[in-house]
């Protein structure tokens, strides 16, 4: 007598009785039965999903999908995927994507669960992958809401990622990162010391006195702070003139410059008489800004600082000091007739 059981019946009943040995059973029905699996794989993995079995599912899949990481088995490995990231830990999605167990499978359809489930990272990967599967996606959108949503980012990861944008996408998201995610500072200054043009090309774009001030302190410690840097008009100074202060860099011209735009000049003078730093005062006066000479004349004098210096920054500062307001700053300090010599040449 021929006789067929009905195997997706007696499959069904085993996964309701005994899960872990209708794991078994869908194993042989699947490699042992004949040139083609007796139950289409896919139904199999719904037959224990229905049931709330993932974990059997997942034995299932990943045996099958053993050293077959290809384009034929991309809906399995995609199925894979899907049923950890909608119905398991997070953590087993996670690790199964860490295996690279799967190479193969729709970004766009797991794109958006793994992004409600919180692996941004993954979410990014996925949303990368499916535009360069279908180049006429935009996923920028989609790419940069993750970026803004979670709260860590590995670095090496993060570097890598930048590596795989064009220079105008890299150029949002950094922005994006650098708006939203103080606590990845560390990770930022990496991918800026990494792709150096991508960080100073955000700020002629933004007036946000946030990213100017994320510019800096990426630039100064990756070594790359210029003066120019510290003249946009949108910074914060005082909080500018703090950080640098602070830094105490090798190049001060980027603090001078701060402190020089925003009227800090007899705290600038203090800074470098206490940090041994005089020579920039006089070059300061003559290169910079010999206006505000009486103001640093009279800082020396409040430092107790020698005639001698002071004489060679009025000679430093020659005929651009103004004279009345030398006038009163020496005048108001009792020491009018030191300059004396130099308002009579």
């Keep these: 007598v021929n006789f067929s059981p009905e195997w997706r019946v ?17 194993l042989m029905l699947h490699n042992d039965m004949g040139p083609t699996p007796v139950i289409d794989p896919s139904d199999v993995v719904d037959m224990f999903v229905t049931a709330h079995h993932i974990q059997q599912a997942t034995e299932f899949l990943l045996e099958i999908l053993r050293g077959r990481d290809t384009e034929e088995t991309s809906k399995l490995q995609t199925k894979l995927l899907e049923i950890n990231v909608k119905h398991s830990n997070p953590a087993v999605a996670e690790k199964i994507f860490a295996g690279n167990i799967c190479s193969h499978f729709d970004g766009m359809v797991l794109a958006p669960l793994c992004e409600r489930a919180g692996l941004f990272q993954r979410a990014i990967e996925c949303y990368i992958k499916a535009q360069y599967t279908h180049p006429d996606l935009d996923n920028l959108p989609n790419i940069r809401r993750c970026l803004t949503q979670s709260q860590s980012f590995n670095a090496e990861w993060l570097i890598d990622f930048f590596g795989k944008l064009s220079q105008q996408d890299s150029i949002l ?6 708006q939203n995610h103080r606590q990845n500072f560390k990770v ?9 043009d991508a960080l100073g090309a955000i700020t002629p774009y933004t ?29 914060d100074p005082e909080r500018v003139k703090n ?17 020089d735009i925003h009227n800090f000049v007899p705290e600038l003078v203090r800074y470098l008489i206490d940090t041994n730093n005089l020579p ?3 070059q300061f ?7 505000k000479t009486p103001a640093v004349v ?29 006038v009163e700053e020496t005048e108001s300090r009792g020491r009018l007739r030191m300059i004396q010599g130099w308002l009579e040449t």
């Design 188 to 196: 930022i200054v990496q991918v800026s010391t990494k792709y150096s």
């Design 243 to 259: 950080y640098l202060k602070a830094k105490k860099l090798n190049d001060l011209w980027p603090l001078i410059n701060v402190c």
């Design 298 to 326: 009279g800082t020396l004098l409040d430092c107790n600082v020698s005639e001698s210096f002071i004489q060679n920054i009025l000679n430093a500062a020659g005929s651009m000091c103004p004279i009345q307001e030398l």
């Design 173 to 178: 998201c950094l922005q994006d990162l650098l």
């Design 280 to 282: 920039l005062v006089e």
């Design 10 to 26: 007696v499959l069904n009943n085993f996964i309701r009785v005994n899960p872990q040995d209708a794991v078994a059973l869908a």
């Design 285 to 291: 006066v003559q290169r910079r800004s010999p206006s």
């Design 207 to 235: 007036r946000d006195p946030e990213v100017h001030f994320r510019y800096i302190e990426a630039a100064a410690e990756v070594g790359q702070l210029q003066e120019h840097d510290t003249r946009e008009p949108v910074l």
